[in-house]
């Protein structure tokens, strides 16, 4: 990790949204923890132009940010032959939206990974050579073979491992199911990478498997999503290039410490998306833990904290907990920075009114929580044939997204389920629906709006 300057490092903020209030006996607190990041994302690495091909193991001066693209060359690319040509016109049109000076690397993924620029295990500096040169290597590409994932993610950290920058991304594209390799290769790899590089997913078409795409992008801390048509891949490789060039800051860390007798029972975050963070605790000294949450760049995220303080008397009132973000010291030695922090407090009533008031932003992301939730269940339901429990779900879904105004979401919902009710979720199930909208619906469960403040 390399040191960041004053002027290069943007400006966090922490705020806690909660109800502190408990009955007497009461146990549980829970806080939506706002980060946000200013003053990032606009200026960019800086430009290196004409620097020559790196070799791998042979660390590079930061140039802030180096992009492995990972494009599916499998035999069902060819299928039809239009889809493998939008491939290529979509990394190409990536490959524009580099900022000059970022290190990048093409790789043809099969059941094998291959580096098909720079080539030789380098990485390039993105300059108008360079990026003419990799779109020249594009034309090379040609479908053919299986599909292995772990083998291409394991390609891409071992470049991106070689480049001395504060941003590592890749970029992933599949049609198909990860057939050439087990389920437990996927994960040893996705384990390894884990905190090494964020990545993004993408399925094109509608052969692949949302489970898997959505696990990695988990996993990489990136975003996952269907491209169902791939005449929309260039707009939506575009939209990711330019999304990675926005990121600033590198691997800040949410740390939470609590008191003694404080019980950590869930972090996880609630938007943009959904994504489960009390499993990924690593421990940072006496009774506090690191939660990643990747790279940023002008933007601001929501967290859920929930805590199980031990029972107090009314009147009594203790810190619950501490949150901070921190940015971990360089590779080369120093002190870890504290960017910003916020308080959890608890405090202990004998009034009714105030002790069971839900907080309208701890309530707004419960239901998002649960919306994203009900959805996965509805349509494993449906998969699995059971009517009445799919109906159920999925009718949930439907009135949860329509008290909280997710209106992107209601309007997935209503390719699968006719509505008859939103306000009491009374649906029926569509006796015909498109492959591409249930799996976008279930690609695009997690995704959350922001509570109105």
């Known amino acids: 990790m390399a040191n960041f300057s004053k002027s290069s490092v943007p400006q966090f903020s ?68 239009t889809k493998m040509r939008n491939a290529r016109d979509a990394t190409a049109a990536a490959i524009d939206t580099l900022r000059d000076g970022t290190l990048f690397a093409v790789v043809a993924g ?34 053919g073979g299986g599909t292995a994932i772990g083998t291409w993610l394991r390609l891409a950290d071992r470049l991106l491992g070689a480049a001395d920058v504060d941003i590592r991304h890749g970029i992933l594209l599949t049609d198909g199911r990860n057939e050439h390799e087990s389920p437990e290769d996927l994960r040893a790899a996705l ?32 975003t996952a999503d269907i491209v169902a048509d791939p005449a929309g891949l260039a707009a939506d490789f575009t939209q990711m290039m ?23 029972v869930f972090v996880k975050q609630v938007a943009p998306t959904v994504a ?24 601001s995220r929501d967290y859920h904290v929930c805590v199980r303080v031990p029972e107090a008397g009314v009147g009594q009132e203790m810190l619950a907990a501490r949150v901070s973000l921190i940015l971990p010291p360089p ?7 504290t960017l910003s922090q916020g308080l959890v407090r608890a405090v202990w009533t004998d009034d009714m009114a105030a002790s069971t008031s839900i907080n309208p932003q701890v309530a707004h992301y419960t239901g998002q929580a649960e919306l994203a939730q009900v959805i996965q269940q509805g349509l494993d339901a449906r998969k699995s044939g059971d009517s009445d429990g799919a109906t159920a779900k999925l009718g949930r879904a439907v009135q949860l997204a329509s008290a909280s105004g997710n209106a992107d979401t209601a309007k997935l919902l209503s390719k699968v389920v006719d509505v008859v009710d939103a306000a009491t979720g009374t649906v029926r199930l569509k006796a015909r629906v498109a492959e591409a909208d249930e799996m976008t619906l279930e690609t695009r469960s997690t995704k959350t709006v922001r509570v109105k403040k």
């Not at 384990?191 to 898997?212: L, P, Q």
């Open 14 to 81: 922490v705020e806690v949204y909660q109800n502190e209030y408990l009955p007497e006996g009461g146990r549980d607190v829970n806080a939506i923890v706002t980060v946000t990041s200013t003053g990032g994302g606009t200026t960019g690495g800086v430009p290196l132009a004409g620097r020559a091909p790196v070799d791998a193991g042979t660390p590079v001066q930061s140039t802030n940010a180096a992009v492995v693209l990972m494009v599916d060359c499998s035999g069902s690319m060819d299928y039809p032959p």
């Open 191 to 222: 384990d390894s990478c884990a905190g090494r590089f964020t990545c993004d997913a993408r399925g094109v078409g509608t052969d692949w498997e949302v489970k898997e795409v959505t696990a990695i992008a988990s996993a990489l801390l990136g």
């Open 331 to 337: 590779s080369g030695g120093g002190s870890p920075q």
């Open 276 to 299: 489960e963070l009390t499993g990924r605790r690593t421990e940072a000294g006496p009774r506090a833990g690191d939660y990643p949450t990747g790279s940023w760049g002008d933007e």
């Open 110 to 143: 099969t059941h094998v990974a291959k580096d098909v620029y720079p080539g030789d295990g380098r990485l390039a500096t993105a300059d108008p050579g360079t990026k003419a040169q990799a779109k020249q290597s594009l034309r090379r590409l040609s479908a």
């Open 242 to 264: 330019e999304n990675a060039m926005g990121k600033e800051v590198a691997d800040v860390v949410l740390r939470l410490w609590t008191p003694v007798g404080v019980e950590i």
